[in-house]
């Protein structure tokens, strides 16, 4: 790599990591209380999930450790988020779903998100923000391939 694609590379994980905590400082003051951003991404994922995931798929899928997801998903389980059952075909397994108390969380969440995120894409500007999606996305990937 050269001297200016170290110094572009710098810059743009610079900002990805900068704007990544302004994001989650701004969108945490505004979910409900006692939820935290972990909380409102699993309950995001299980409803958007058709079908009951294992602890374990949903610690690969966070890129967490399983003792982080066992956590995230205890509190989740408390607060009645959520609901986890054994597995009857592997009883060394977990299954776990959203409740319905759990997909109002998650709505009452994403509400409460939704009009800060379409500000910023407002002042951004809605034709910006779809060109740089694309990019975004594949730089995911390619990172999500070094795991």
Do not use: C, Y
């Not at 170290?6 to 400082?25: G, H, P, W």
């Not at 006692?34 to 890129?63: D, I, K, W, Y």
């Not at 009857?88 to 319905?100: E, F, G, M, Q, Y």
């Amino acid at each position: 790599m050269t001297d200016s694609n170290d110094a572009l590379a710098a810059s743009l994980f610079s900002e990805i990591l900068t704007a990544d905590q302004l994001a989650r400082n701004r969108v945490s003051k505004v979910l409900p209380k006692g939820m935290e951003l972990s909380h409102f991404s699993v309950l995001n994922h299980l409803a958007h999930t058709a079908s009951e995931r294992t602890p374990a798929q949903l610690a690969s899928s966070f890129h967490v450790t399983r003792g982080a997801m066992t956590n995230t998903l205890n509190k989740l389980e408390m607060s009645g988020f959520v609901h986890i059952r054994p597995d009857w075909d592997d009883a060394r397994r977990k299954l776990v779903t959203i409740s319905p108390t759990g997909r109002s969380a998650r709505d009452a969440a994403l509400q409460a998100i939704t009009p800060l995120i379409a500000e910023v894409v407002r002042d951004i500007g809605a034709d910006r923000v779809r060109g740089i999606i694309p990019v975004l996305r594949e730089l995911r990937i390619k990172l999500g391939e070094r795991d």
